[in-house]
């Protein structure tokens, strides 16, 4: 999986704090702009901005936008993710029009090969995501290769034998890799992070926001939002809790 933080808002304290103050000062916007940039210190922005978020009325949130291009995910994660609609734009790799173009009968000869290190498998972590939480060395890892490279293998025959690509690809499960390019404004961002990484979310997901938050902090004028990007543990409602 690589994720990547490819456009973000420039001076995201700034903007954040231009959305607060507008709604409660007689000067105009570009005013107060104006003076957050050059006039006011930077720990009041700080302050008002964190006072404001802390509060719950998050919708100045919505001016800071963040793009993101996300490679090897799952289909089921993805799917996981396009769930996640408000304040969110996705731009997903097409299976109706990218076709895999492997080498049936050569595939079919790596498979009958009685080895699980063999180039099937290494075949089946070019395309597949096997579960995060199954380590290599269990049973239940080969269990899940061995049915990705049957998928692979099955959609291979179909396009040999005439199928379009945007009908074969019914057989290649929700383990099939994908890449995205994500768009979301943060407001949306910090809702993603509250739910998906909760320890009760699929590993997938989670190690996928966990790197966007990474991503995101790995620029300082972003860090001061540390707080925001996590689990909701502290206002977790859930009936369920975590274990």
């Known amino acids: ?35 957050a940039i050059y006039e006011v210190e930077e720990d009041k922005k700080r302050e008002l901005v964190l006072k404001v978020l802390r509060s719950g009325h998050r919708s100045i949130a919505r001016h800071i936008n963040l793009t993101f291009t996300i490679d090897g995910i799952s289909r089921a994660t ?5 769930r996640h609609q408000a304040g969110m734009a996705y731009s997903q790799q097409s299976l109706r029009y990218v076709k895999i173009k492997e080498d049936y009968e050569e595939l079919m000869a790596l498979i009958y090969v009685d080895n699980l290190d063999n180039e099937a498998y290494k075949m089946c972590d070019k395309y597949f995501v096997n579960p995060y939480d199954i380590d290599k060395e269990n049973h239940l890892y080969h269990c899940f290769a061995e049915y990705s490279i049957e998928a692979l293998t099955s959609y291979l025959a179909l396009i040999r034998d005439g199928a379009k ?3 074969a690809r019914g057989v290649l499960g929700l383990n099939f890799k994908t890449n995205m390019v994500v768009t979301c404004n943060l407001e949306a961002f910090i809702h993603l992070c509250e739910l998906r990484l909760c320890s009760r979310s699929q590993k997938e997901i989670r190690t996928m926001v966990s790197k966007m938050v990474d991503e995101v902090l790995s620029i300082d004028d972003y860090k001061f939002l540390t707080e925001f990007l996590c689990a909701k543990c502290a206002t977790c409602t859930e009936e369920r809790k975590c274990v």
């Open 1 to 35: 999986m690589q994720v990547k933080l490819i456009s973000n808002t420039a001076s995201p304290l700034e903007v954040l704090y231009t959305s607060a103050r507008t709604c409660y000062s007689s000067d105009t916007a570009s005013i107060i702009y104006h003076d």
């Open 78 to 82: 993805a799917n996981q993710l396009v």
């Open 165 to 167: 690509a945007e009908d």
